[in-house]
């Protein structure tokens, strides 16, 4: 079966650096797509990683390893408007989105 | 966990024609459902929010007569795409809340429309 994992919470610090981990086991790969949701609001569009290696924008950067199913999501200088769910997604080879359960993100300061 | 499925997972239509995308949540009663519409640049645009057994809230910008959505069911909720237009064509995803009242959405794989 085709599946996405990523820890379910993760807490850190205000200022610090987090990295939220996603492993996926799917049927081909058309790219991986992390997302930001607020609560009560719409995901916003994060990063799209269809080749290996890192992609930074700002404060986030992502990783990919298709080789290993597995991609990060690296936020740098925590601010408490960063408390969210980062949602990971995988586009297979039937065009589908795939998506992982979200990790809930805590910021304290 | 909870699964979500749409159908059909793509569709060709011709220009003029109706569409219908079914949302179901397969593993649990989900009071509210969301219609997405993902753009070329990755980023999603709500479109509208479900309840069960009540209109659709739509957000600005989105026409209601042409986006009509049914939510009939704990399980169940439906985009009808009418008279569609080339400009229509997009991948339409729609995600579930259950009836806990806890935040976390569950998203569906998308469908993926064509209108010629």
């Known amino acids: 079966g085709q599946n996405i994992d990523q820890p379910t919470e993760m807490t850190a610090t205000e200022g610090a650096i987090v990295q939220i981990n996603c492993t996926y086991q799917?049927?081909?790969?058309?790219?991986l797509f992390w997302y930001q949701q607020h609560a009560g609001e719409a995901p916003t569009f994060l990063s799209y990683n269809v080749l290996d290696g890192l992609e930074e924008k700002g404060r986030f950067s992502s990783f990919l390893s298709r080789s290993k199913g597995y991609s990060y999501l690296l936020l740098k200088e925590l601010q408490m408007k960063d408390s969210a769910s980062y949602l990971c997604a995988v586009m297979d080879s039937n065009y589908q989105l795939i998506w992982g359960a979200g990790t809930k993100l805590i910021i304290k300061p | 966990g909870a699964v979500v499925s749409q159908h059909p997972s793509r569709v060709i239509c011709k220009s003029g024609t109706s569409v219908k995308i079914e949302c179901r949540s397969l593993d649990f009663q989900a009071t509210t459902m969301f219609w997405y519409r993902q753009f070329p640049k990755k980023s999603l645009m709500l479109m509208a929010t479900?309840?069960?057994?009540?209109?659709?809230?739509?957000e600005q910008g989105v026409e209601k007569d042409k986006f009509l959505i049914n939510h009939a069911s704990l399980t169940l909720s439906t985009l009808t795409v009418t008279s569609a237009h080339p400009e229509d064509s997009s991948f339409y995803i729609c995600s579930a809340r259950g009836t806990s009242g806890a935040e976390t959405q569950y998203f569906g794989p998308g469908t993926r429309l064509l209108v010629l």
């Open positions: 799917t049927s081909g790969f058309n790219g």
């Open positions: 479900s309840n069960e057994g009540s209109k659709a809230t739509y």
